[in-house]
């Protein structure tokens, strides 16, 4: 990795995930089990796009992305494979619409593995951001209800019940997937146009697993240029030190983990890999600006 790399903290939980989302989207969102962070959109569309471009998310949830785009004025575009998640994405652009959303955003269900096929062609090659991030497995956070004399149960924790989704197909098949959705991304994206991936590392069978570093090699792989790597901090700054809003699930794997004598740490940020499609050649630079200025000015997309 160059030495030169430019690097920054995002101060991105000075507020908890749950009043980020708050008003902004349906309170049905919360049975998601790994959601992204509002402010890490926000901060990732508002720092790489301008007003009036699009973004673009090929694996959207329940549409975090989405939302904060067109809240800031883009326009967005999101592909999600899970019916259930891709339907309640579109809710929640409904609802952004619904408190003044300047932007439009749409949702194709389908597999992102696919992105340049699912898209409307029309697209191809003018998106200004992709913001994404990878499923970390099949079952995450998810939500914890106390039982007294119980103990707690845990609902709301996985992503799909169904093979085929990326979350099943352990790291190998996970990082052959992402080439592939990452060559998709370089492909419709404009030149120079940027992909900002939240990503974390991750404990598995007691090795920790550096999935962002993994995923930095797959996107050169895939043709697109490392541009930053920032951190995107999962708990609150306060001066000089960090208020802690990490998960039940994450403080339990810690106290298991050191009960057994393996000094782990809660992880408190995500890295956000930001990459750049290759620039334009001065020889196609015309035939990309007469593209360009009728997408920004009336998207064939947006008709449908």
Avoid at 134 to 161: C, D, F, M
Wanted: hydrophobic share 45%; with cysteine; charged share 15%.
């Amino acid at each position: 990795m160059p030495a030169d790399l430019p690097l920054s903290v995002w101060p991105t939980a000075q507020r908890n995930a749950r009043a980020q989302r708050a008003g902004r989207y349906l309170e049905i969102s919360g049975t998601h089990p790994a959601k992204m962070l509002p402010a890490i959109a926000a901060r990732a569309i508002a720092t790489y796009s301008a007003p009036g471009d699009l973004v673009v998310d090929p694996m959207a949830g329940i549409g975090s992305t989405l939302v904060e785009a067109v809240h800031l004025g883009r326009d967005a575009i999101g592909v999600e494979y899970e019916p259930t998640w891709a339907n309640l994405a579109r809710a929640n652009l409904r609802h952004a619409t619904s408190q003044g959303a300047t932007g439009h955003g749409e949702v194709v269900c389908g597999d992102a593995r696919h992105l340049a096929a699912v898209v409307d062609p029309a697209v191809v090659g003018l998106v200004g951001l992709v913001v994404t991030s990878p499923p970390y497995g099949a079952s995450l956070h998810g939500r914890v209800t106390a039982r007294p004399g119980q103990g707690i149960a845990k609902s709301h924790n996985r992503y799909s019940t169904n093979p085929a989704n990326l979350a099943h197909v352990g790291l190998a098949g996970l990082l052959d997937a992402m080439g592939t959705i990452l060559s998709g991304c370089a492909r419709v994206l404009r030149p120079g146009g940027y992909l900002a991936m939240t990503v974390r590392p991750y404990w598995s069978n007691g090795r920790l697993v550096d999935l962002p570093g993994a995923l930095v090699r797959v996107g050169e792989a895939a043709g697109l240029v490392l541009y930053e790597r920032n951190v995107a901090l999962l708990a609150a700054l306060r001066d000089d030190h960090l208020v802690p809003r990490c998960s039940f699930f994450a403080l339990e794997q810690v106290r298991k983990a050191r009960a057994k004598g393996v000094p782990r740490q809660v992880i408190a940020h995500e890295d956000l890999l930001v990459f750049r499609a290759a620039p334009i050649s001065a020889s196609s630079a015309g035939a990309v600006v007469r593209l360009a200025q009728p997408m920004n000015a009336s998207p064939a997309w947006r008709a449908a």
